[in-house]
């Protein structure tokens, strides 16, 4: 067991008698104590664990917290202060959540799109949203969402 230094949302983190291979999302939600990544499957299939990692969407159940040392981790609750990120304003002004379970992985690979490509087309964002999974069936909604925040200026 080793000693790792975790930057998460701007702040350091240090965390003692951690296991190299310990999934990423365990130390973010157990160790650190932030809640809004969710885990989903265990095996970076549903995309409810995205969060970035220097700036990239990566699936945090699937990635050793040994790979993320050194680098930039934004959660959900580092996209911005109080909700105003234009991805989580679009979010509430079309009325996406259902349940709500995958909209924190949702978010987070909107976001990580928009600061790639500031106007994707449909297809884009099809794309991008591949890998994250809504039980409620959101996704038009959703295509909705990135469209709007896009429009917004959804890199912000």
């Known amino acids: 067991m080793n000693s790792i230094t975790l930057t998460i949302n701007g702040e350091s983190h240090s965390l003692d008698y951690v296991q190299p291979d310990m999934p990423l999302l365990w130390a973010i939600r157990d160790l650190v104590g932030l809640t809004g990544t969710k885990y989903g499957c265990g095996i970076g299939q549903c995309g409810a664990c995205t969060i970035h990692l220097d700036g990239v ?88 969402a990135i469209q709007v925040a896009a429009k917004k200026g959804g890199n912000a």
Do not use: F
């Open 57 to 144: 969407a990566i699936r945090s159940c699937s990635t050793p917290v040994s790979s993320a040392e050194g680098k930039k981790i934004t959660t959900i609750e580092g996209l911005s202060e109080d909700g105003n990120h234009p991805v989580q304003q679009a979010w509430m002004e079309t009325d996406v959540p259902q349940c709500g379970y995958c909209q924190p992985g949702q978010i987070m690979s909107a976001a990580a799109l928009l600061d790639k490509t500031p106007n994707p087309s449909i297809e884009e964002i099809n794309i991008a949203m591949l890998g994250n999974i809504c039980r409620c069936g959101t996704y038009n909604r959703i295509r909705e």
